[in-house]
């Protein structure tokens, strides 16, 4: 058979860079153990318009020509840095416009994911299995822990059994910094060949934008990030999209196959002014720093929620700043 057309793309903001080395490691492994075609997109951006920086402008330009060198070496890389503001919303918004025509599946990366060995191998088993039958439908990988337990569904079975955890010491915890020898202990038996992968249907579409998998069916049929939701929520605002557009679309979850998503990593936020001294597993209370961020969030959040609001006019970043 043929293998599946994948186009995976990230964005990486300047002060990620303590982060991002582990995405780009797990990335190379999982693209050394696929045959097929897979298109790297990577925008990073250098805009200090929201988050400014404590480095010198010597210190600034070292910083980029650091995440230049990491992230431009992948295989089959389209690499570009940008100075303009450019939010997640932007950026997948335009990667799913831009892919949906160049290949068969589209996957949002994350700076603070890591890739599991198995990935692209899984997305060509369940798309050459699914693709003619249900060429529109979303992917998923087994996720740890979330804040409540709706989210049960899409746990890997060894984070399923356990209570819930708050601490940073303990692995199943929501607040713990996995490894990447982590991931491969979850996932040995996948990547030695001694387990299966387990497909599951969900119908009840559920899903965050980490490691998200969406068949490029669903982006050509018109279905995409609206531009009202301009900062965060843009997962929820796609999957509201998905539901209203296309209420039969079919969620394929590979339930033990563990995608870590490090949201809580104490690096993941290095080098901006004003969060000197702070918490630094506390993402929110880094974020909630800034006026901005508390304003941005609130706005997005209302737009999002308000999309099929004909009453509603939705805020923009001219409401935040003016």
Known sequence: MNETT????CLVQWYEVDIVG??????????????????????????????QTTLDA????ALKWKLEDTLSKLPNCNFRISYDLVTIA?????FN???????????????DMLVPKSMFNTI??????VGNTTPKYISTFGISKMWDSSWTPLEHPKFTVKEHSDSTEDWWGVRYTNTIEDMASINEGINNGTVAPELVTLNNLKFNGCGLVISSEIIKAGVNIPKSVFFVHEDTAFLHMVHKCLP???QYHVKNIYMPHNRKHPKKRAYILGEE???????GKLRKSHWWYQLANKFSEENCYNLFNPLYKSKTWKDIFK
């Open 124 to 129: 060509n088993a369940v798309h050459s299995g």
């Open 277 to 283: 001294g702070l918490d630094k597993t506390d993402m």
């Open 248 to 250: 039969q679309t079919t």
């Open 6 to 9: 994948i186009a995976i793309g």
């Open 58 to 61: 010597h210190e600034f330009t």
């Open 97 to 111: 416009d831009k892919y949906c025509t160049e290949v068969d599946v589209l996957v949002w990366g994350e700076s």
């Open 22 to 51: 582990d995405y780009i490691k797990t990335l190379k492994s999982a693209l050394s153990n696929y045959e097929g075609i897979v298109v790297v997109d990577i925008t990073l951006s250098m805009n200090q318009d929201l988050e």
């Open 90 to 94: 932007d950026y997948r918004r335009e």
